[in-house]
């Protein structure tokens, strides 16, 4: 994709730990299921009530768990300024996971 942001949904099947490394910022966000994050020597544990905020470049494994949707944001460097940490893990507040579902919503139907 060449838009300066962009949301995409996914359907994940349990899977082993990989590598994760993005040449955007990544609002990681799973709207079900969980995921694993690992980053910086420590690991979270992301369902729907929770995100992670990675710098572009920044090296992270993820594993899933059990069966899990994504509903991520992916920003362009040049669109928006880089993340005030890194790598953040932050709740979602009742208006971010409605905005996230919003999205969803939207590149749902751009893969239709």
Do not use: N
Not at 5 to 17: G, I, K, N, Q
């Amino acid at each position: 994709m060449a838009g300066k942001a962009y949301s995409f949904v996914r359907a994940f099947a349990p899977e082993p730990a990989r590598d994760l490394c993005v040449d955007r910022h990544y609002l990681l966000c799973a709207s079900a299921g969980a995921l694993r994050l690992e980053a910086q020597g420590q690991a979270w544990l992301l369902p729907p009530a929770r995100a992670a905020l990675i710098e572009a470049g920044r090296p992270s494994r993820v594993s899933i768990p059990q069966p899990a949707m994504t509903a991520s944001v992916l920003f362009d460097t040049g669109f928006t300024p880089a993340p005030p940490a890194p790598l953040t893990v932050f709740d979602l507040s009742p208006l971010a996971r409605a905005l996230l579902s919003e999205c969803s919503i939207g590149a749902r139907a751009r893969t239709r």
